[in-house]
């Protein structure tokens, strides 16, 4: 790895990050200051509620209605869009298009010039990556946890709390190797950052109605939502040894796949 490349990569990207977190933040922020309001008007929305089909909630990981009484339950059904899913958008944007940027800026004459392998591209340009994605959730889960802390009303599980954080960071780095594959397959630069947006938008569209159709089940288990368990007020909720193998698995593979594919393209000036 290239610690000069590394640096400038990582000031380069800066803003950007830095605004994801402040969104995804105060996204956060706004829908848990409503938790107090919920609890003082829950019969009259439960009520309302209850006239929704519960599959409308199963892809949030909520059994039932009352399962948002629960700090912890409202925090996971309002915030997994949140945390999850612009978070992978946020990887998959970040990764597809950091390979080809001097490529399709034309600018590659600038690198070419540094004293670096193209191994040392990638490998610089992947660790800045994964730099940036676990600071995005870190920070975030920080706010989830500071707004569970100032809403709760009663005790809460921390160590479910953690792992749903946990399965985020998983499912936000997966996506991640994802758009390290799309921009080392495509042979001629260009920005692909509408395409990466669409698939983890289809692919959370596929995990939503295999949760509310139960004819279209098993087409679930397509999508990388469908292996991030969000059932975070279940007693016996835990990390899911499988799911994790298939959440390392594939990163690692798509990576290890991307790096050959990168190592052999022509990079255009």
């Given at each position: 790895?290239?610690?000069?490349?590394?640096?400038?990569?990582?000031?380069?990207?800066?803003?950007?990050?830095?605004?994801?977190?402040?969104?995804?933040?105060?996204?956060?922020?706004?829908?848990?200051?409503?938790?107090?309001?919920?609890?003082?008007?829950?019969?009259?929305?439960?009520?309302?509620?209850?006239?929704?089909?519960?599959?409308?909630?199963?892809?949030?990981?909520?059994?039932?209605?009352?399962?948002?009484?629960?700090?912890?339950?409202?925090?996971?059904?309002?915030?997994?869009?949140?945390?999850?899913?612009?978070?992978?958008i946020?990887?998959?944007?970040?990764?597809?298009?950091?390979?080809?940027?001097?490529?399709?800026?034309?600018?590659?004459?600038?690198?070419?010039?540094?004293?670096?392998?193209?191994s040392?591209?990638?490998?610089t340009?992947?660790?800045?990556?994964?730099?940036?994605?676990?600071?995005?959730?870190?920070?975030?889960?920080?706010?989830?946890?500071?707004?569970?802390?100032?809403?709760?009303?009663?005790?809460?599980?921390?160590?479910?709390?953690?792992?749903?954080?946990?399965?985020?960071?998983?499912?936000?780095?997966?996506?991640?190797?994802?758009?390290?594959?799309?921009?080392?397959?495509i042979?001629r630069?260009?920005?692909?950052?509408?395409?990466?947006?669409?698939?983890?938008?289809?692919?959370?569209?596929?995990?939503?109605?295999?949760?509310?159709?139960?004819?279209?089940?098993?087409?679930?288990?397509?999508?990388?939502?469908?292996?991030?368990?969000?059932?975070?007020?279940?007693?016996?909720?835990?990390?899911?040894?499988?799911?994790?193998?298939?959440?390392?698995?594939?990163?690692?593979l798509?990576?290890?796949?991307?790096?050959?594919?990168?190592?052999?393209?022509?990079?255009?000036?």
């Open positions: 790895m290239n610690l000069n490349l590394f640096r400038k990569e990582m000031k380069r990207n800066a803003v950007t990050l830095t605004v994801w977190m402040t969104v995804i933040t105060l996204l956060i922020s706004v829908t848990m200051s409503f938790y107090g309001t919920f609890l003082e008007n829950q019969s009259k929305i439960l009520g309302m509620m209850s006239l929704v089909p519960k599959s409308a909630l199963q892809f949030k990981g909520i059994s039932n209605f009352s399962d948002l009484l629960s700090v912890l339950g409202f925090y996971s059904a309002n915030n997994i869009i949140y945390m999850m899913l612009l978070g992978s946020y990887a998959i944007v970040l990764s597809s298009n950091i390979l080809m940027k001097e490529e399709y800026g034309k600018t590659a004459e600038y690198l070419l010039a540094w004293p670096v392998t193209r040392e591209v990638f490998i340009k992947l660790a800045v990556v994964t730099v940036n994605i676990l600071l995005l959730n870190i920070v975030t889960a920080l706010a989830g946890f500071i707004c569970l802390e100032l809403v709760k009303r009663e005790p809460y599980n921390l160590s479910a709390f953690l792992i749903l954080s946990f399965y985020t960071i998983l499912l936000n780095l997966l996506f991640c190797s994802i758009g390290f594959f799309l921009s080392a397959m042979k630069p260009k920005p692909v950052t509408t395409f990466s947006i669409g698939l983890v938008l289809i692919f959370y569209f596929i995990y939503t109605l295999s949760k509310i159709t139960e004819g279209a089940a098993k087409i679930g288990y397509l999508s990388p939502f469908r292996y991030a368990d969000v059932n975070a007020i279940d007693p016996a909720y835990k990390l899911d040894i499988w799911n994790i193998f298939y959440f390392t698995g594939l990163s690692l798509l990576t290890g796949i991307s790096y050959r594919l990168y190592r052999r393209r022509d990079i255009y000036t």
